[in-house]
């Protein structure tokens, strides 16, 4: 990837109808208003949701408004698995993603896959809040419980065997 081209810009909610169209447009719902309205306003001809299990959202709680995948395990390789069967991505193809709610290693495990069957160009979005509940207070990472390698971003060789 090519990240020295990379740009910036910001947009109010209601110029979210300029970006686009899209062909796929894909977010994460995680019932957060921020997530939702950029969601509805986004213009493009497939609307995928990802419903990560680390959200614990219950099926009734499920959008409804356009497509919704999602798979139960935690490890993005495994999440992905079916996600990348079912939606055959051409390197041509004008995708957008939310990014505001995803898991990051979900997005790091996506954004490869995207340049593996070649896509040239990606946007992607991020909400930020209005506050934060906690003011200066707000913790931005919760616990972690092991660090490990995200599946195919590596580029050397690991053998958790050897001493």
Not at 45 to 59: A, E, R, S, T, V
Not at 94 to 114: M, V
Request: net charge negative; hydrophobic share 35%; glycine share 4%.
């Amino acid at each position: 990837m090519d990240y020295s081209i990379f740009y910036k810009e910001d947009y109010s909610i209601n110029e979210i109808k300029t970006l686009g169209p899209f062909n796929i447009f894909i977010s994460s719902f995680d019932d957060c208003e921020r997530t939702i309205n950029v969601a509805k306003e986004i213009i493009a001809d497939n609307k995928i949701w990802l419903i990560f299990p680390h959200y614990k959202i219950k099926n009734e709680a499920y959008p409804k408004d356009f497509r919704v995948y999602t798979n139960s395990s935690y490890k993005e390789d495994d999440y992905f698995q079916d996600f990348i069967n079912e939606n055959i991505i051409k390197s041509n193809a004008s995708i957008c993603i939310d990014i505001t709610g995803f898991i990051r290693p979900h997005l790091l495990f996506l954004l490869k896959y995207l340049e593996v069957v070649g896509v040239k160009k990606v946007e992607l979005l991020y909400t930020e809040p209005k506050k934060y509940l906690r003011a200066d207070e707000t913790s931005f990472s919760g616990f972690i419980d092991d660090i490990r390698i995200i599946e195919g971003c590596t580029s050397v060789n690991v053998n958790y065997n050897t001493p």
